[in-house]
């Protein structure tokens, strides 16, 4: 593990990979910090990485070359119509506006492309708020009246400028689908696996 900023940036292979593509086929990775899924899933390529954090962009282009690495937002992504075969998102898209981020996803892949994401289940705020501070506590009541929200009316709000909920199949299958994916599939254990196909 390295630290950077405040994240922990595991350098060691992602539990969840995502699946095998012909080389030929463009990735991108929205929230990728250092570029280590893009790395380690796609050495035979250069694979396109964007993530708000400059410093995990600057700590990847030290141990990468084959990952073109792009500082901005999932909402807003700098990239043609069209342009991608495949976009992950390993835990990142639960800090973004999901309903913006899934537009931007999907403008920017081709018909027919794939999206692989991990998500929060309810634990993982609730275990991280158990050791924290009464600030802590003010922001996972933010959480959880935000997740409430997307999950009853599809919609999300900012708390000082962030973003944050857990998700449920049901509110990730209506926001995939009211945004034009299809083969909508989910799988959990340690992760929460969504998957879906652009049409
Ligand atoms: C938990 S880390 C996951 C990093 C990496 N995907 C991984 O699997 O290790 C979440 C990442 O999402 C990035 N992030 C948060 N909000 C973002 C946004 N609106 N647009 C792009 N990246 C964002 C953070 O900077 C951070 O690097």
Redesign the pocket.
């Not at 964007?50 to 954090?53: A, L, S, V, Y």
């Given at each position: 593990m390295k630290s950077c900023g405040s994240?922990a940036?595991?350098l060691t292979p992602?539990i969840y990979c995502p699946p095998p593509l012909p080389v030929s086929s463009k990735v991108l990775?929205?929230?990728?910090?250092a570029g280590?899924?893009l790395a380690l899933a796609y050495p035979d390529r250069v694979s396109f990485g964007?993530?708000?954090?400059f410093d995990?962009l600057s700590l990847g282009r030290t141990f990468t070359d084959r990952v073109c690495f792009v500082c901005?937002?999932?909402?807003a992504l700098p990239w043609p119509n069209d342009h991608f075969d495949l976009v992950i998102?390993?835990?990142?898209l639960v800090?973004?506006n999901i309903n913006t981020s899934l537009r931007e996803i999907h403008r920017v892949l081709k018909q027919g492309g794939d999206l692989w994401v991990t998500l929060h289940p309810f634990p993982f705020p609730w275990r991280q708020v158990k050791s924290s501070n009464y600030k802590g506590w003010i922001f996972f009541a933010y959480i959880v009246l935000n997740s409430a929200l997307f999950h009853l009316a599809g919609k999300q709000f900012p708390f000082l400028g962030r973003y944050e909920s857990f998700q449920t199949e049901g509110s990730m299958s209506r926001a995939l689908t009211r945004t034009g994916f299809r083969n909508i599939s989910f799988k959990r254990g340690r992760h929460f696996l969504v998957t879906a196909r652009s049409e």
């Open positions: 994240h940036i595991q992602p990775d929205i929230g990728c910090g280590q899924t964007i993530d708000i954090d995990a901005g937002k999932a909402e998102a390993r835990v990142s800090y973004t």
